[in-house]
């Protein structure tokens, strides 16, 4: 077993889920049980300027420059610690399918949980490689332990092999990712790169520099609540008046509508009585007019129904996540342009795509820190249907360290 298949078995097993109802940093204290294995195995391969932020659970690291490259510009490479909210992370057993044979895969026989095919058309590319998969009850975890322990792997293996000629270069594992402050606390002048990767996209390949523009709003409905039987021209139905106000947004504007450029107003969460209901929204859009344009709409509507209902009725919190930070790496091009050279040497296709999400890297870029975002191998990340490749997280492992070698 390679060692970066090894560090991802281990890490998958450490439950590291982020919670997007905490107040605090990191959001789950227990985001520290992985920060601290990962501080002892940076100790044992060797690594330097190891800091480990036991407040706010961000781990630093450096593989110096080799001889003659202490003039390179500094390489960052970044990865997250957090799993998401969206399915545990807890008691994750994750299992080898050797020399899959592109068909539909049992997951759990006892429950019949089974990743099929007709649900999943491109699984049978990976016809011939091992796949690393859960037993159907938790999420795996490739979001982002693979990039963790690709990045681990490339250190390990730059520090045994001091002839390859790099630069020097820092190593960032951040909490919170998955709730939006993965950034919050990460120290760029501490961590000292003059450029950055996140390691955190999909299949082999996926190279991304443009992200969405993001926006969370949050809209209470007041209510009131009458007795049903006396209820003319007295109760206002909170419940309605929530379906009324997602009625007049774009009904094609949905994520279920839309892929590629194409942005979105997404209801996330909606709860609620006759007297009071709560929603939460998130609102994305790669160009920034359109982006600024959609939140004018949504605000609109709930100017619209508080004239109808009355002032207060509605109350809307929005506020920005983050912006597409292909307004910073283009100036920087560079970048791309080394990847995309790295994959050419190990005969890995280019795919360079928007991200129709975000990362740490989008905000790390507002922050000075140049970051676009690379692959990991892993796929249909935030269920229980996610998967890795094992196969092409060791081509990513050797793709960090071309990539590492371009700068010196």
Request: charged share 25%.
């Amino acid at each position: 077993m390679t060692k970066v298949i090894e560090n991802f078995l281990e890490y998958v097993t450490i439950d590291t889920q982020s919670s997007g109802e905490s107040k605090s940093t990191p959001s789950t204290l227990k985001q520290h049980d992985l920060a601290k294995v990962l501080v002892k195995q940076l100790q044992a391969i060797g690594a330097q300027e190891i800091t480990y932020d036991e407040n706010h659970c961000y781990v630093y690291a450096t593989i110096p420059a080799s001889a003659g490259c202490g003039n390179a510009p500094v390489i960052g490479f970044i990865a997250h610690m957090d799993t998401s909210p969206a399915v545990t992370g807890k008691g994750v057993r994750p299992r080898m399918v050797e020399d899959y044979d592109g068909k539909d895969i049992l997951l759990n026989e006892e429950k019949q949980i089974v990743m099929k095919t007709a649900d999943f058309p491109e699984l049978p590319s990976y016809k011939g490689k091992r796949l690393i998969v859960t037993d159907g009850t938790t999420l795996l975890g490739a979001d982002d332990k693979a990039g963790i322990a690709e990045i681990m792997a490339m250190a390990e293996y730059l520090l045994e092999h001091t002839e390859i000629s790099h630069g020097k270069i820092r190593i960032g594992f951040t909490p919170d990712e998955e709730v939006g402050a993965g950034a919050d606390y990460f120290d760029v002048k501490l961590f000292g790169a003059d450029y950055a990767y996140t390691v955190d996209g999909g299949r082999l390949g996926e190279l991304e520099y443009e992200n969405f523009n993001a926006a969370g709003a949050k809209v209470t409905i007041h209510g009131r609540s009458v007795h049903p039987g006396e209820a003319k021209d007295k109760m206002r139905n909170a419940i309605l008046m929530a379906q009324e106000f997602q009625s007049m947004l774009p009904v094609f504007e949905n994520p279920m509508y839309t892929c590629g450029y194409e942005g979105f107003y997404h209801l996330d969460y909606l709860n609620g009585t006759v007297e009071s209901a709560k929603a939460e929204y998130i609102i994305r859009d790669h160009n920034r007019e359109k982006f600024e344009k959609k939140k004018e709409l949504f605000m609109q509507v709930g100017d619209f129904l508080n004239r109808k209902y009355g002032d207060g009725t509605f109350e809307i919190q929005l506020k920005d996540s983050y912006y597409n930070m292909e307004e910073i790496i283009k100036e920087h091009m560079c970048l791309i342009d080394n990847a995309k050279e790295a994959m050419k040497e190990l005969e890995i296709t280019p795919v360079v795509i928007p991200i129709r999400g975000g990362t740490d890297g989008a905000r790390l870029s507002f922050m000075g820190l140049p970051c676009p975002n690379l692959c990991t191998g892993g796929a249909n990340f935030h269920g229980r249907f996610e998967y890795a490749c094992a196969d092409d997280m060791e081509m990513v492992t050797q793709l960090l360290v071309k990539i590492a070698e371009r700068w010196r």
